[in-house]
């Protein structure tokens, strides 16, 4: 090899170098996540560019601290500034809707995203009277004295399939059809050829008193699903209404036929501690097999429910957990936190059931001593 060809391989080589090292910049503009000392739930948007920040009522929101995860190299400013801004600070007293444009790290493409926060107590009645977005699936909403707040659902993880055609198609719907008025109709349905690949051919309906991190749907489903918010009321009952069908076919995740087995509805509610205002069990916290969440006290489930083609009242106990007995000052404090879900299918989180198994629940209640 003479020298001329040596050195034109060693330039090649650090060309080759530099071009790995400078990568492009990234150009997304967009949240991924969102995070504070006292924020309790945040819900976003990714469609409409919206984000709901919980936390408890009574909180003093002139310094709320928000960490925002932002796509690579991004950057965050709020349109508008407000006197007590010292980010991760921001003030919401004087305005608890605010607007904050992410730039991507190229600089060319920007996204405005809404950021409201809530003050919020869990209310105790719940029905499916309001609908707070139809496109591109439903978004429930519940409401009290104090605000207002958006029911969680796998939805969004849906939306990747490309499998509904409109907003009924999806596993969770609103029906105009309910015990009282309107209801919530659940749906386990196929993930088509997005799903089978990746273990997660079936996607069961299902409604929560939480948050679905969508970004993480696929790589970790079950972290993805985070149940509950602080509850200061000793819940003895959950009661309601509800019809289910079962699917004709039981399939594992494999999308294989489980001979002999037949799918079930799921209902239930939990009372769990939260040391920390983040805290939140996931969707793992009922595992198939094994031990449930240590975190939890009470536990209120359906024990069988029942295939009826009629509204059914169920009415059951919230039971001990753990060998735990309810710190009523902690309670007090907002200590603990309160899920309840709703599901067509029972190890739906898991990628089993049956497809077409649909639940209807409607007006549902928890009491409280």
């Not at 960490?67 to 921001?90: H, K, R, S």
């Not at 519940?142 to 605000?147: D, R, V």
């Not at 805290?279 to 024990?303: C, H, K, Q």
Request: proline fraction near 4%; charged fraction near 20%.
């Amino acid at each position: 090899m003479n020298f001329r060809t040596c050195a034109a391989g060693i330039i090649l080589s650090l060309l080759a170098t530099s071009c790995i090292q400078d990568e492009v910049p990234n150009v997304e503009a967009a949240i991924d996540g969102c995070t504070g000392a006292n924020i309790q739930l945040a819900n976003i948007d990714a469609t409409h560019k919206e984000i709901e920040i919980y936390v408890l009522d009574g909180t003093d929101v002139s310094r709320q601290e928000l960490n925002f995860t932002l796509a690579d190299g991004a950057t965050i400013q709020a349109d508008e500034q407000e006197a007590g801004d010292q980010p991760p600070y921001y003030d919401f007293s004087q305005r608890t809707l605010r607007r904050f444009t992410v730039t991507s790290e190229d600089g060319n493409t920007q996204a405005t995203y809404v950021v409201r926060i809530n003050k919020m107590e869990l209310p105790t009645h719940y029905s499916f009277e309001n609908l707070r977005a139809t496109t591109p699936f439903h978004i429930f909403y519940l409401t009290n004295e104090s605000g207002i707040m958006q029911w969680a659902s796998g939805n969004p993880g849906y939306e990747l399939s490309g499998m509904a055609l409109n907003e009924t198609e999806y596993p969770t719907v609103q029906s105009p059809i309910g015990y009282s008025g309107k209801s919530v109709r659940l749906t386990t349905s196929d993930t088509g050829s997005f799903g089978e690949p990746i273990g997660m051919p079936i996607a069961a309906g299902n409604l929560f008193i939480g948050s679905f991190d969508v970004q993480n749907a696929v790589m970790d489903p079950l972290g993805a699903t985070r149940f509950g918010f602080p509850f200061t009321k000793m819940p003895v009952r959950l009661t309601g209404w509800y019809k289910y069908k079962k699917g004709e076919v039981f399939t594992d995740e494999n999308k294989n036929v489980v001979e002999g087995k037949s799918d079930m509805g799921d209902i239930y509610a939990l009372l769990y501690e939260a040391l920390t205002s983040d805290y939140t069990v996931a969707g793992d916290a009922l595992p198939l097999v094994g031990s449930i969440n240590e975190n939890i006290a009470l536990m209120a489930r359906i024990d069988n429910m029942k295939e009826t083609d009629k509204w059914t009242y169920f009415d059951f106990p919230f039971k001990p957990q753990n060998g735990k007995t309810i710190d009523l000052e902690g309670l007090a404090n907002g200590k603990y936190k309160l899920a309840i879900v709703f599901s067509s299918s029972i190890e739906g989180a898991y990628f089993r059931g049956a497809i077409g198994s649909e639940l209807c629940i409607d007006e549902v209640e928890v009491i409280c001593e």
